[in-house]
C-alpha cells in the first residue's frame, strides 16, 4: 500500500470524537433559569463566561471548574442572597453531567477502525483527568488507541513533550481536532500537520479571531472525521 509519512495520527475528545458542548450548553440553561429573577439572560451569559475564562487558570478546564463557575456567579450576581438549596441544584446539574451518556459523533467508529490497520493511534484531550478517563471507559472506542493523554492545556509545548516522550518525529504526526485554538495551531506551531473538523458550535473560550489566523498558512477543514482516509489516500500520492 503506499503511504505517505505519516505514523502516528491523533485526535481530540470532546467534540471531535464525542458530543460535549451540548452538554455545558444544556446545564448552562438550566442555570440562567435559576437566575432569570435577578437578571436577563444575556448578562448572565455574558458574567459566566467572564467567570470561567478568569477561573481557568485556578481550576482547569471541565465540568468541576465550570461547576465552581456556576456557583460562584450565583453568588456574585445574586450579592451573595443564593440559596443553599439553589447552590444544591447547581451540584446536582454538574452530577447530571458527569454521568451524561456518551454519543459518539457520525463515522467515528468506523475511521478508528479502519485507521488502525496502518496508523499509531493517539487521544490528547484536556479536561477533568477522571472526568475524560470515565468518558474514555464508556465510549467503546478505547481499544483503538495506542495512547490516551489527558493534559491540562493544549500549548505547543504540550504536543512538542509527547511527541518527544512518544519519539515521534514532527513531520510524521497529524492531528484531528474541533478547536483551532487548542487542536490545531498549536501543533502547526510546532511544524506538524493539524486538520480542523470544526463542530457547530465552539465554546467562546476557544475562538480565535481572524487576525490570530493570519499567521497560519490555510487550514484544512474536513466537514467529517471520514474524511481523513481520502485525504491520506491523496495525500500519500503527493512527491
Ligand atoms: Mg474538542
Not at 471531535?16 to 436577563?40: C, K, P, V
Not at 467567570?51 to 487558570?57: H, Y
Not at 467515528?108 to 487521544?123: F, G, I, N, R
Request: proline share 3%.
Amino acid at each position: 500500500m503506499l503511504k505517505n509519512k505519516i505514523t502516528t495520527i491523533a485526535f481530540d475528545a470532546d467534540d471531535t470524537l464525542w458530543r460535549n458542548e451540548e452538554i455545558f450548553m444544556q446545564a448552562q440553561s438550566h442555570f440562567i433559569d435559576m437566575l432569570t429573577g435577578y437578571h436577563d439572560k444575556a448578562y448572565i451569559v455574558s458574567h459566566l463566561e467572564k467567570v470561567q475564562i478568569r477561573n481557568i487558570s485556578i481550576f482547569g478546564y471541565g465540568v468541576k471548574g465550570f461547576t465552581l463557575s456556576m456557583i460562584e456567579t450565583a453568588i456574585e450576581l445574586t450579592e451573595g442572597r443564593i440559596q443553599g438549596h439553589e447552590i444544591h441544584s447547581i451540584i446536582e446539574l454538574s452530577k447530571a453531567m458527569l454521568a451524561t451518556p456518551i454519543t459518539l459523533l457520525p463515522n467515528v467508529k468506523e475511521t478508528l477502525q479502519s485507521l488502525k490497520k496502518d496508523y499509531q493511534l493517539m487521544a490528547i484531550t484536556k479536561g477533568d483527568l477522571l472526568d475524560q478517563e470515565g468518558k474514555f471507559a464508556r465510549s467503546e472506542i478505547a481499544h483503538f488507541f495506542d495512547y490516551i493523554e489527558i493534559v491540562s492545556e493544549k500549548k505547543p509545548d504540550t504536543y512538542a513533550n509527547l511527541l518527544h516522550q512518544y519519539q515521534i518525529n514532527t513531520d510524521e504526526f497529524l492531528m484531528l481536532g474541533n478547536s483551532l485554538k487548542s487542536d490545531i495551531l498549536p501543533v502547526l506551531d510546532i511544524g506538524a500537520m493539524a486538520i480542523h473538523i470544526p463542530y457547530h458550535s465552539t465554546w467562546v473560550h476557544e475562538q480565535v479571531t481572524a487576525e490570530e489566523l493570519q499567521k497560519y498558512p490555510s487550514i484544512v477543514e474536513f466537514s467529517n472525521i471520514s474524511d481523513v482516509l481520502p485525504w491520506l489516500k491523496a495525500s500519500a500520492k503527493l512527491p
